[in-house]
Nanobody
Framework: QVQLVESGGGLVQPGGSLRLSCEVS????????MGWYRQAPGKQRELVAF???????NYADSVKGRFTISRDNAKNTVYLQMNSLKPEDTAVYYC???????????????WGQGTQVTVSS
């Protein structure tokens, strides 16, 4: 079984910072792309950022220059450093990992349970 456990969400004032973490645990052969998505009330889930196994990154235009994604492959963990937070960043943030559980298995997507980020004064 594979689990993705997120942490680091909370309430922060506009202009503040938060750091999200997501650890992947369980029976894992290899983790490929890892990413963060978010879903605000009444809106569709959207990609925030992703990072490949080689370290290449991609960001949504709305967070470029403010958010930084990184990963620690030894810890099977992906991070999202969020700076200069705005009220429109308020959402549930979900971790995603594209991985194989075994050498001969398929490559599948796994999701965390989500962590709430609220930006408000």
């Amino acid at each position: 079984q594979v689990q993705l456990v997120e942490s680091g969400g909370g309430l922060v004032q506009p202009g503040g910072s938060l750091r999200l973490s997501c650890e992947v645990s369980g029976s894992i052969f290899s983790i490929y792309t890892m990413g963060w998505y978010r879903q605000a009330p009444g809106k569709q889930r959207e990609l925030v950022a992703f990072i490949t196994s080689g370290g290449s990154t991609n960001y949504a235009d709305s967070v470029k220059g403010r958010f930084t994604i990184s990963r620690d492959n030894a810890k099977n963990t992906v991070y999202l450093q969020m700076n200069s937070l705005k009220p429109e960043d308020t959402a549930v943030y979900y971790c995603n990992a594209d991985l194989k559980r075994a050498l001969g298995s398929t490559q599948d997507d796994y999701w965390g349970q989500g962590t709430q980020v609220t930006v408000s004064s």
